[in-house]
């Protein structure tokens, strides 16, 4: 399942719209303290079903590819 590490800050919302414009099916995670374990410092933050974490720039450049 893809997860969208949001604080739903202007950008997360932004990501969010971008997914739903694309019909990917996604989760959201608006947990601090998951985040901080995985090293998230910034958000929002696109993980892929293999695990890859992608930052706001990637994140957009992924879902525009779909």
Not at 47 to 55: A, C, I, P, R, V
């Amino acid at each position: 399942m893809i997860r969208l590490f949001s604080t739903n800050c202007p950008k997360c919302k932004l990501l969010e719209g971008k997914l739903n414009s694309k019909n990917v099916n996604y989760e959201v995670c608006t947990d601090i303290e998951e985040m901080k374990s995985l090293k998230i410092m910034s958000a929002p933050v696109l993980q892929l079903d293999d695990g890859t974490l992608l930052s706001f720039g990637d994140a957009v450049r992924w879902v525009n590819s779909k």
